[in-house]
């Protein structure tokens, strides 16, 4: 019963460097999502997706991009790294509009 | 634009002492209001949804209502275990906006034995 999985937890970067979070979910949803949640700013959508081979931006998408190669699969990507990158990353799915079943979030910080 | 505005920000209770949390928001329409709970270094952990004005849910000590412009959780004779970060987000109907989530900023619920 893992619902949804995030790979890494931590991770530590240096500014200009590049890297890939992966999102993993069992539940066959539809709809995965990336937030972003930084200590006063709350959790902002960064990009979504509603079906395999689809993405679209959500409210803060500079400096990242996505994909949805596969139904169970969603990857957050940076391509160069920026210290403001520096948050919590949450990936979350949906099949309906019940709500989100989130990650446990990984901790990236940029040096 | 869909906001959504919590308060306070932290709250601190004693054991037993019941009390309230504010969830307003702006919205074109509604589709549906949640309630979250967040354990520090832990995903958001989904508690209710709520569709329309008058409606009410209930879990263990915690009672969500919902209004036309805001919701409250309630939370009765808390425990130190209810401690967590509550966030409250809105779903909006409409194309662009269909499933996607805006959240509030949370508020920090602290309950001392």
């Known amino acids: 019963n893992a619902g949804v999985t995030q790979t890494p937890k931590f991770r530590v970067l240096k500014t200009g460097q590049s890297m890939t979070l992966l999102c993993a979910q069992d539940m066959n949803h539809e709809y995965m999502y990336w937030y972003r949640q930084d200590p006063g700013m709350g959790l902002r959508l960064i990009h979504y997706s509603v079906g395999e081979g689809t993405t679209a931006k959500g409210e803060v998408p500079d400096g990242y991009n996505v994909s949805r190669l596969k139904k169970q699969n969603f990857l957050l990507g940076l391509e160069s790294a920026a210290p403001s990158q520096t948050s919590v990353y949450f990936c979350a799915s949906a099949g309906q509009v019940y709500g989100y079943t989130f990650g446990s979030g990984t901790r990236l910080t940029v040096v | 634009e869909d906001q959504v505005?919590?308060?306070?920000?932290?709250?601190?209770?004693?054991?037993?002492?019941?009390?309230s949390l504010n969830c307003s928001y702006t919205v074109s329409g509604l589709r549906g209001l949640f309630w979250y709970r967040q354990d520090p270094g832990k995903g958001p952990e989904f508690?209710?949804?709520l569709y329309s004005a008058g409606?009410?849910?209930?879990?263990?000590?915690?009672?969500?209502?919902?209004?036309?412009?805001?919701s409250f959780l309630h939370i009765t004779a808390p425990k130190p275990e209810d401690s967590a970060?509550?966030?409250?987000?809105?779903?909006?109907?409409g194309g662009g906006s269909n499933y996607k989530l805006t959240f509030g900023k949370g508020t920090l619920l602290t309950v001392n034995p």
């Not at chain 2, 709250?11 to 037993?16: A, F, I, K, V, Y």
């Not at chain 2, 970060?85 to 109907?93: F, G, K, N, R, S």
Request: glycine share 2%.
């Open chain 2, 5 to 19: 505005t919590q308060s306070p920000e932290a709250l601190r209770l004693q054991e037993g002492e019941s009390s």
């Open chain 2, 47 to 49: 508690l209710f949804t």
């Open chain 2, 55 to 70: 409606e009410e849910k209930e879990k263990e000590r915690l009672k969500a209502t919902l209004t036309k412009k805001e």
């Open chain 2, 85 to 93: 970060t509550y966030l409250c987000a809105v779903q909006a109907v």
